[in-house]
Structures are given as C-alpha cells and as structure tokens.
C-alpha cells in the first residue's frame, strides 16, 4: 500500500533552517511527483511547492521563492522540503502528498492529492 | 493565480440535516476541482476529483457538482464523523490553490 512518512516535529530559532523528509513505499518513486502543503495555526491550507520524482523539476509558491527548496533522493525514495530564514509564520504543519504530474506550468493540469504524509510540525520560535 | 472563495466559512447544523457546501473560483477551471475533508491532527482526505467523482473508500453520502466557476459538495446527511473542515483545489490553472475552508460545526 502507498504510504508517505515523514520526519518528526521540529522547534526551529528565527532564522535557522529547517528540512523535512518524506519516506514514500507502496509505488514506484520516480513516476510520481510530490505536493508540499502547509497549515499554520487557525488557518487554512497553502500549497508549499512541488517536485518531480523523474526529474527534479519543482515549483515553488511565490511567496515563499528564494527561501524554499525541494529535492529528491530516488535511491531511497525520499523527497525533501529545507526552506532558510525561518519566520514565526512558517510555524505550521507541514504535509507531503503523493502528485500524479510529472510536470508543471501552463499545460500541466488535473490529477489530486490522493496519498498523503502524516504531518510535521515545524514550531519557530523568536 | 485562480482565487477559490469558499461559503460559508461556518456552517452550523445538526446530525441528520443536509449540508451544502460552495466554492466559487475566480476563472473557469473546467471540473478540475477536488474536495478534501481535514481532520484535526490528520492529513487532509481526498473526498472528490473532477469535481463530481468520489475518491475510493469515500461514503456515496457525499457528493461534487459543477462545472467552470461555481461547485458544490453536498453532504445528504450528516453523521457525527463529518463535522470538521471541507477545502476545495483546483488543479486547471498553475499553481494549484485552496479555498479557505468551510467548517461544519455542530448546533
């Protein structure tokens, strides 16, 4: 079965970096991409970013470009999300979903979240 | 960026009623609209794709419609386990975003 594991809560100081693993079983690794999503205390989702597992592609939210960075390691099937300069806002949750595109931009559409990590807490603090 | 505007924000009623559930997208996304469920302290749940579709595993109480701007998630009868938070994503327009979220709360 499918499954995506990532590491452990996390209490960061402002300005410090941070990274995050996601473990992925159950599939063939480099077929699918990864969804990074976020949720911070009292407030909704936001999409952090994606990868692609084939190619190392990502994107990134533009809110969050020049600090976030998405990488992959295939011979362990482990996706990585490290964002720098740690502020009290990105204290939140973040989550890992298994993606069906293997590509992004303005013809790369359709697909959902089907498979998902089970959360890392990410508390920053000042 | 497509924005998608979720209503209510807070829905309020009572095991057994209906609930409706809208969100709006600021262009067409054609049905490339999905429905996720959250759970405190959980990952979000793949309730809908294709705006209409039911993911596997998901109770045939649960239904998607709509097409270009406007979607629904209507629930036919609210069980104890359903009140929590809804978010729509379209997945038409990159990048892909969310609603803000509707919470079903109890009366």
Redesign the interface.
Known sequence: QVQLVQSGAEVKKAGASLRVSCKASGYTFSTYGLTWVRQAPGQGLEWVGWISAYDGSTSYAQQLQGRVTMTTDTSTSTAYMELSGLRSDDTAVYYCARDPLLCSGPSCYGGSLEYWGQGSLVTVSS | EIVLTQSPATLSLSPGEGATLTCRASHSINS?L?W?Q?KPG?????LI??ASYR??GVPDRFSGSGSGTDFTLTISSLEPEDFTVY?C?Q???????????TKVEIK
Do not use: I, N
């Not at chain 2, 997945?91 to 979220?101: D, L, Q």
């Open positions: 490339y999905l996720y959250h959980q990952a979000p749940r793949l794709y294709d993911a596997a978010y994503q997945r038409r327009s990159w990048p892909p975003t969310f609603g803000g979220g």
